[in-house]
């Protein structure tokens, strides 16, 4: 129907990005457009272009000033998501059942959990593909193949200046801030055990951040994020 | 309504929010929390459901500006982004296509006629102006008001396949003009 162009894929992508900005995908279609954003540096660059394109249209809606509650209403949400983060004596027990199965038995699922996805299906696993936030290249993919420990695992070598390190973080949908994972050298996996985490969830933040050696001294990331990604759940 | 908005530090205000500053939050609310509701408001169309987005938007920025990369964009487009994408994801999960009530479209055709509102600087307004009218309103039916390709068939009277190419070519010219 529109002559010329449109077959060209990269075309068709950036049509898809501004269509999902605009908004008018289904719903189904916008869920797919966001499950391939982690995952499509391109589409999500593409993406991010258009929001940018189009944000001054949204001074074309009339302000409208908020009901009195609305404010009292976030502020109160967000002391009851504190209260719920730190973690309370109900998962400690819950660690205490995790630590009754056997190590070699995890060992064993981490190692093999694209084969184990058949045939244990209960379990939950995720994957977090982590790309440089610049160019969007993937560098390290993380697995989880049950819910206390994850591999980290380079896909290069990456160069990491001299007095400098790469340190691991993680932040679920609901903590308050990300929690050091420990410190990584590049080029070489590293696993860590959960332990001291609630359980992984869907949409759980992962990134390394280049540090002072040594790491962050204020147990936040202070330097720039190197690699993120989130985690999803694979069936 | 555009223009003479003083200046907001949109990135020192995630910084501050990474950090658990919650006054940082309402600080933004207090700046831009009528301009936010009213650009969902539009979208959703109804006050309750414009406030509980809002509010859900309010606390996915709390919580996700560790996450927030500059390099990426603008901390301002990636605020209004979260509000819009999350008023769009309810529409189209409860809105029934097609039912597009003519009233609640807040005589628009005339309101994106009027000269007036192009007096925005940004490069967007003078690439839209570029448009054939009718594929300039499809960018906007869907843009500001969160209208379907069904929503913007109905409402301009114009074949769904025709509003789709419209909006196609629309988004081709504008890329080509912003660039």
């Known amino acids: 129907m529109t002559p010329g162009s449109t077959d060209d894929p990269s075309q068709l992508l950036d049509v898809l990005a501004g269509e999902y900005v605009l908004g008018t995908l289904s719903a189904e279609q916008r869920a797919a457009v966001l499950a391939r954003l982690d995952r499509e540096p391109d589409l999500r660059a593409a993406v991010d272009r258009w929001e940018a394109r189009l944000l001054e249209l949204t001074t074309l809606a009339e302000p409208q000033r908020p009901s009195t509650r609305l404010w009292r209403r976030i502020d109160r949400s967000i002391s009851e998501q504190a209260r719920q983060v730190h973690p309370t004596s109900r998962w400690w027990k819950r660690l205490g059942l995790w630590q009754g199965v056997s190590a070699a038995g995890l060992a064993a699922t981490v190692l093999l959990s694209l084969a184990l996805l058949t045939t244990r299906p209960a379990t939950t696993h995720y994957l977090v593909v982590l790309v440089a936030p610049t160019d969007q290249v993937p560098g390290w993919v993380v697995q989880a193949s049950d819910a206390r420990t994850i591999a980290l695992i380079p896909l290069g070598r990456d ?3 001299e007095g400098m390190t790469l340190q691991f973080w993680t932040k679920g949908e609901q903590w308050q801030a990300p929690v050091s994972l420990g410190l ?7 696993r860590v055990p959960l332990r001291d985490l609630p359980p992984l969830e869907p949409n759980q933040l992962f990134e390394l951040t280049l540090e002072k050696a040594g790491g962050s001294p204020t147990g936040r990331p202070t330097g720039p994020v190197k690699f993120i990604g989130r985690s999803v759940k694979v069936i | 309504m555009n223009s003479s908005v003083t200046p907001f530090d949109f990135q020192g205000c995630l910084a501050a929010c990474a950090r658990g500053d919650r006054s940082a939050l309402q600080a933004l609310y207090d700046h831009e ?4 509701l009213g650009v969902v408001r539009r979208i959703v169309r ?4 414009a406030e509980d987005i809002v509010h859900d938007a309010f606390i996915r920025i709390w919580t996700r500006a560790t996450s927030f990369d500059a390099t990426r964009g603008s901390a301002r487009g990636w605020i209004y982004s979260i509000n819009r994408h999350l008023a769009l994801n309810a529409v189209r999960d409860s809105r029934q296509e097609t039912t597009l009530d003519d009233a609640d479209i807040v005589t628009l055709v005339g309101e994106f006629d009027e000269g007036a509102i192009w007096s925005g600087s940004a490069k967007i307004y003078r690439c839209l102006e570029q448009l054939q009218p009718a594929p300039q309103r499809c960018v906007l039916h869907a843009y500001v008001d969160g209208c379907s ?3 913007i068939a109905s409402l301009m009277g114009a074949p769904l396949g025709t509003v789709k190419a419209w909006i196609k070519r629309s988004l081709e010219a504008l890329r080509e003009c912003m660039t």
């Open chain 1, 184 to 190: 990584v050298k590049p080029g070489e996996q590293y």
């Open chain 2, 149 to 151: 390709h069904a929503e």
């Open chain 2, 33 to 36: 929390g009528s301009r936010l």
């Open chain 1, 159 to 161: 160069q990491v200046p």
């Open chain 2, 46 to 49: 109804d006050d309750a459901m």
